[in-house]
């Protein structure tokens, strides 16, 4: 089976915030494919960051596909909020959820995606049970709660892991790479096996947010 063409995900986390439609718009045109939201609850994780308000005013700025990635505890008593926002992807936490089955399947009987995030420290044997029942798997490559912190290097060698227990579940998830990517990575991670790369300060935090995706893009096909 050939490998779909890997997505640039720009996290919002990093955008400024005073001008968040433009700041998106730059990026897709730019090639982002998807829009990365980060969801952070002062509880799962030490920072708190912005709930379905903001992933809300993502969707009226933008047609691209909205990825939001649930940093919170209880994320089940929120998910039709993220839905009703605009989410066409909402992923939660295994280390969050102790019924990771039931969530799984809760959000996809609410008619988006399903994805699984995994902290670095969590062994990834936890996902084999689920691993036929998701769209997507987050690896964690840093803990996370903050954007703008480094790449944590032992993600090349679980992302080599989780396409190999890809295959061999024969499995149909995209495998998605979140924290401290940019240029001197990226291609490194696409050649591992990641299929959607997150990227916020690395993307943001350029003085041109276009030209910095093209860059990352071109990287990322290379
Ligand atoms: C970390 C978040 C990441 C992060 C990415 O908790 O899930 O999405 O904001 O940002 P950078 O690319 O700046 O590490
Ligand atoms: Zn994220």
Redesign the pocket.
């Known amino acids: 089976m050939s490998r779909p063409t890997p997505i640039l995900a720009p ?1 919002i ?2 955008a400024d915030f005073t001008r968040l439609g433009e700041h998106i718009r730059q990026s897709v045109d730019g090639g982002a494919g998807w829009i ?1 939201c ?1 969801v ?1 609850d002062g509880h799962f ?1 030490p ?1 708190i960051s912005y709930g379905p308000l903001v992933v809300q005013a993502a969707n009226r700025a933008t047609d691209t596909f909205l990825d939001v ?1 649930l ?1 919170i505890q209880r994320p089940d008593e929120y998910l039709q909020a993220f839905v009703e926002a605009g989410a066409d992807l909402i992923s939660v936490h295994i280390e969050a959820v102790p019924h990771l089955h039931r969530t799984i399947h809760r959000i996809k009987e609410s008619g988006v995606m399903a994805g699984v ?1 995994i902290n670095p420290a969590t062994s990834l044997t936890l996902l084999e049970p689920i691993l036929n029942d998701v769209d997507l798997v987050v690896l ?1 490559s ?8 480094s ?1 944590i290097t032992s993600t090349y060698n679980r992302t080599t892991r989780l396409a190999a227990m890809r295959a061999e579940a024969d499995a149909g998830f995209r495998i998605e790479i ?5 240029a001197g990575n990226i291609r490194h991670l696409v050649q591992a096996g990641a299929d959607v790369l ?6 943001f ?1 350029a003085a041109d947010v276009t030209a910095r995706c093209r860059e990352l893009v071109a990287l990322m096909h290379g």
Do not use: T, W
């Open positions: 996290s986390l990093a990365h980060d952070m994780v920072n990635h940093m995030a964690m840093v803990n996370p709660g903050f954007g703008g912190q790449f979140d924290g401290g990517v940019g997150v990227a916020g300060n690395s993307v935090g």
